[in-house]
C-alpha cells in the first residue's frame, strides 16, 4: 500500500491543522492506521492510531486533548485534527499502517508502511 500525506504547513501557536493521509493499493480496511512525528536530531515519536474501524483511538499523552485522529474507510484517509498547536509540536508528520484490526502499535518499527512525511512548523 502507499501512503500520501498532506494539509502541512506554518501555523501560529494556537492554530490550527488537519493532515490527511490517503492509502492507495491495498484493502485500506485491513490496517490499522497512526500518526508519528520526528523533529530535527530526534527519534520517530508516537502521535496517534486508530483501528480499522475507527471507533477505538490512543494518543501521546502530549497531544491528549489537543489532537483528533481519525478515518473514513469510503475514502482510504485518514486525518489528523490539530488543535491548539505549539512550537513543540514543530516537526514531520507520518502516517503509518499496520495489517491489524485491532488498535495500532505505538512502536514505530511495528508498522508495515509509511507516507513520506508533511512538514508542520508552528511559529509566530
Known amino acids: 500500500v502507499q501512503l500520501a500525506e498532506s494539509g502541512g504547513g506554518l501555523v501560529q501557536p494556537g492554530g490550527s491543522l488537519r493532515l490527511s493521509c490517503t492509502a492507495s493499493?491495498?484493502?485500506?480496511?485491513?490496517?490499522?492506521m497512526g500518526w508519528f512525528r520526528q523533529a530535527p536530531g530526534k527519534g520517530r515519536e508516537f502521535v496517534a492510531t486508530?483501528?480499522?474501524?475507527?471507533?477505538?483511538?490512543k494518543y501521546a499523552d502530549s497531544v491528549k486533548g489537543r489532537f483528533t485522529i481519525s478515518r473514513d474507510n469510503a475514502k482510504n484517509t485518514v486525518y489528523l485534527q490539530m488543535n491548539s498547536l505549539k512550537p513543540e509540536d514543530t516537526a514531520t508528520y507520518f502516517c503509518?499502517?499496520?495489517?491489524?484490526?485491532?488498535?495500532?502499535?505505538?512502536?514505530?518499527?511495528?508498522?508495515?508502511?509509511w507516507g513520506q512525511g508533511t512538514q508542520v512548523t508552528v511559529s509566530a
Open positions: 503509518a499502517a499496520e495489517v491489524f484490526y485491532g488498535l495500532g502499535p505505538t512502536a514505530a518499527p511495528q508498522y508495515d508502511y
Open positions: 493499493g491495498g484493502s485500506f480496511k485491513d490496517y490499522a
Open positions: 486508530i483501528n480499522w474501524t475507527g471507533d477505538t483511538t
